[in-house]
């Protein structure tokens, strides 16, 4: 379908929903568990009966054809609390690698699993970074053999969102280690396997809500049927890498899906500080007035109103190509996620400027976005990954070309002849004129109104 920024009923209820919940149930319990540093048990509970915490729910909004329901939900959640957003949507995150990858019969076991039941709360994670490198997906080490009828896991991860406390964690490991990235593959790794242990439990500058650690695997031995897809499908995609088959990685062309759902979230963060500072100021006295009157204030919030809705079209743009299967040809996901991501940090240091030393201590909420907002910049790809990924198609004819040069666009021949803008009308419109400054006054009145539309 095509690209529309018309919210549908359906989209404003979400984000009515969506916001009261941020509002009424996120928000108040935001600075406890920043604090506690502990998984907000009660709050997905809260989420999952508000129905915002299970598979189905998901796989709605990545159906809705416009692309806006995920963004649109997100968005909100986050302007609640980053820490707490991240909870409720990791278990999202394994979700699509186990749709992307899994079979049926394994979609239909294991996502029940990643979410469980309102009362009977599971966590689920995505585990792929290591010690020795994020970005370089290439340099995995953690490995993957084949023993009898089972797998045998042996490494380490980092960083792992929900790590060691998840029912159910997807872990990317190296089959083949010739292969790079095309030699890798996802494993399901249910709580309590042996030889899966979480090292520690890391200690972090923001996103405190969000529980994350590090985990080791060793000799860890799962069944052959928690292989992520069938054996067959995994030896027919490392003949075809080792045959030197080319084609672009599946799971890369997946990130370039997820970032502007990862942009979403980076300007939930920045609409909060944002908006705060905006508040902030218009009540804020020095000098005898609003501190928001003075040009050095206000310039740099116009700014930040600019840039956040710069973002947030171009996270949309991208989540709609992703819905439509339109090819990303310009890294138009790793474009909004960067806007989105720096922009967010933009926004919450100039929300602690404007809010002076206020700012600066946790008596208001700005310090904890500034800490939470920088995690943008730095997971699901850095910044520097982001303009790899754009740098490298800039050699490109076509990402040389704006893409609504490259959409389809209108089928129809009418519209493509008779359309506005067009050769038929600018001539027809030319002659009218012509005609009407002959004729009596009423039909010039009438001309000059044809001309002049929306007046
Ligand atoms: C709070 C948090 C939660 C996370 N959650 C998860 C999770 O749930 N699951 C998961 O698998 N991972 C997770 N991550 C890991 C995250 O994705 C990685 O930290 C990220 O990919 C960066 O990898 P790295 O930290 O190893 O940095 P490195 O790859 O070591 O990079 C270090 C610096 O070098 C730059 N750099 C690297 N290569 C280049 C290059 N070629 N050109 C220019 N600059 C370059 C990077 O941009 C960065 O600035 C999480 C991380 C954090 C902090």
Request: net charge negative; glycine share 10%.
């Amino acid at each position: 379908m095509a690209f529309t920024l018309e919210l549908t009923p359906a989209h404003h209820e979400l984000v009515r929903r969506a916001h009261t919940f941020a509002e009424e149930v996120i928000r108040p319990a935001a600075p406890k568990y920043d604090e506690l540093q502990e998984c907000p048990w009660d709050i997905v509970d809260a989420a999952a009966r508000e129905g915002f915490y299970n598979a189905l729910f998901y796989a709605d909004l990545i159906a809705d054809p416009t692309g806006l329901s995920l963004p649109l939900f997100l968005e909100e959640i986050f302007w609640g609390c980053a820490g707490i957003g991240l909870t409720v949507v990791l278990p999202a995150l394994a979700l699509s690698a186990l749709n992307q990858a899994g079979t049926p019969e394994q979609i239909a076991t294991w996502a029940p699993e990643m979410f469980g039941t309102p009362g009977d709360i599971k966590l689920a994670a995505l585990a792929v970074s290591e010690p020795q490198g994020g970005s370089d997906v290439s340099n995995l080490q953690t490995r993957a053999v084949k023993d009898g009828d089972d797998w045998v896991l042996n490494g380490t991860k980092i960083w792992i969102g929900n790590g060691g406390i998840a029912d159910v964690t997807v872990v990317n490991a190296v089959v083949d280690p010739d292969l790079g990235t095309k030699g890798q593959a996802m494993f399901l790794v249910p709580k309590g396997t042996p030889g899966m242990d979480q090292v520690r439990r890391l200690d972090k500058l923001g996103h405190r809500a969000s529980h994350t650690a590090e985990l080791s695997f060793t000799d860890c031995r799962i069944p052959g049927d928690q292989l992520l897809g069938s054996e067959d499908k995994l030896n027919h995609k490392l003949d075809k890498a080792r045959r030197g088959d080319s084609t672009r990685s599946a799971a890369l062309g997946a990130f370039e899906q997820t970032r502007p759902m990862v942009a979403a979230m980076a300007l939930g963060v920045a609409r909060a500080a944002f908006e705060y500072a905006c508040d902030y100021a218009s009540r804020r006295e020095a000098f005898g007035g609003p501190i928001i009157e003075n040009q050095g204030v206000a310039f740099p919030l116009a700014d930040l109103a600019a840039d956040i809705d710069a973002a947030r079209l171009l996270a949309w743009r991208a989540s709609w190509m992703a819905a439509n299967g339109v090819p990303f040809h310009c890294g138009e996901g790793s474009m909004s996620k960067l806007k989105a991501s720096e922009v967010a940090v933009r926004a919450a240091e100039q929300a602690i400027q404007t809010c002076g030393g206020w700012g600066y201590v946790s008596d208001l909420p700005v310090e904890k976005w500034y800490r939470d907002a920088k995690l943008y910049t730095i997971f699901e790809g850095t910044s520097e990954i982001q303009r790899m990924v754009i740098g490298r198609t800039l050699a490109t004819e076509a990402s040389q070309t704006p893409q609504h040069h490259l959409l389809p666009g209108d089928h129809g021949g009418l519209s493509r002849k008779f359309g506005h803008g067009s050769l038929a009308r600018a001539r027809a419109g030319e002659a009218f004129l012509k005609l009407a400054q002959k004729a009596p006054h009423r039909l010039l009145e009438l001309g000059g109104r044809l001309a002049s539309p929306g007046r």
